[in-house]
């Protein structure tokens, strides 16, 4: 193949329809799929299902005794982005790089004076483990949810007496409510085809690596009846081979408890498909059979593989990934839905990129060529002082002739510092106006993107993706280069 072959083939994908890998991984040594339901195999009308729950739980705190003013209360789409942090005890938002530097920070709606979140994070450490991470798209109204009320407390003071931590601790109390009574299901089921985007991708997609000889399985925290409707909206009917959702999968597990599947011994209980009862389960797995709860020791040993031989497929990095990969050594994709929309823009801002670099190797020359110009100005200074007069004498004609050129390069530094910053801001806002790009702070990685790198084998913005790609592909990581082998 040569160089322009390469190319060609590299070039026929979109950077949103492409896998990117972070671990090596031969699909050609995988025995079995597990995928997530929510946000992987069906994808959500992510604004409409948002503001139903955003409404739902509005109208929960009001009726605890809340202000009934907050019925005014907005969902807004375009506010929050996932892989933020949440600082309960104070109301704070947070995006925070790979070395928990936080660079932007919120209280509430409104941003927070610089001084005020270098006090409050950068000038000590602090424990990113005491935030809270807003991993998955139900964290995202949850969380604006608690902006909102922040901010309304931050206007109204004294109307609700409570503390941050503690109206939070409602509002998780709320929203557990709206999904157990039934507010937010019965009405996405009352008219998926509001909430529910149907990709007709999926059902080829997964039937490509079923005749390439793997099993498939569902492994969801949602309950059957939810469960049920919801893939048999997304899936039934698409293909005369498979007319039932069912037929895709050789195991469905449902109220899984992830992570805790991952690292728990909770045993299976066989689901009646009919009545949703649960029958104590003694083995083996069952063709067409439903199960709730259960671990992943115990689903390798019901389907007789490896932890290495099971990839599986979630939206979660939490939930999904981390502890799949730490505990039971599963290979991992991470579905990053948002990398659709942030690589069409971002395509879109390639050359500005490359501007940015070329501001970037330049600021290194000038940085370099500053350096050595006042180390020379300090040296001959130190020389000065040594007592023999005419030496002094010309080592100061020296300083004086250099420091005309190191305050050149100074002012010349100054600008180009402004201009990368104005470039850098230019790009991030295009991508989002407020919190930039997921996967990067300013020209660093995110947290978010420090995660995804360390426990995604590899990522991609859609589970169809997988279409592109042989059944049998390897993948290969390039991230084992190390800075001095480039
Ligand atoms: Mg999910």
Known sequence: MTQGDLNAVKTKLKRSQKIFVNRSLNMGRIKAIG????????????EAFEALAFTETVKKF??????????????????????LLVDMDRGNILKVDGHKYVKLAFHGRMPLPRDERHRLYNSESFKASNLLSVDTFFALSEVQLFAEVVDYMAHNPGKIGKSFREVYQDLRRFIDLSHADGSIKNVVLSDPARYIKRDKHLAPTLRQQIESGKDLFLLTNSSWDYTNALMAYTLDGLSDDFPSWRQYFSAVL???????????SQPFYEVLPETGLLKIFNGPFASNSVYHGGNAKL?????????????????????????????????????????????AKLDELKEALERIKQKLEIR?????ELQLLSSKIKINERQSLKGDPKKAQYLLKEIEKITPKANERKDELRTLNDEIKA??????????PIWGELMKVSLERSRFADQVSDYA???????????????????FSTHDILPHDL
């Open 299 to 343: 689903l390798q040993k019901q389907m007789g593989i490896r932890g290495d031989e099971i990839l599986f497929v979630g939206d979660h990095i939490y939930g999904d990934i981390i502890r799949s990969k730490d505990i039971v050594n599963w290979r991992t994709m991470l579905v990053v839905e948002e990398l659709a929309q942030e690589l």
């Open 254 to 264: 449902v109220g899984a408890g992830k992570p805790g599947f991952f690292t728990g």
């Open 423 to 432: 470039m850098i801001s230019e790009r991030e806002k295009t991508v989002h």
């Open 35 to 46: 995928f997530d339901m929510d946000h992987t195999l069906v994808t959500y009308n992510r």
């Open 457 to 475: 084998c590899i990522y991609t913005s859609s589970v169809t993706n997988l279409r592109f790609y042989s059944p049998f592909k390897q993948f």
């Open 62 to 83: 009001i009726a605890a005794g809340y202000p009934p003013e907050l019925e005014r209360l907005k969902f807004d789409p375009n506010f929050l982005i996932r892989g």
């Open 364 to 368: 290194e020359v000038l940085e370099e």
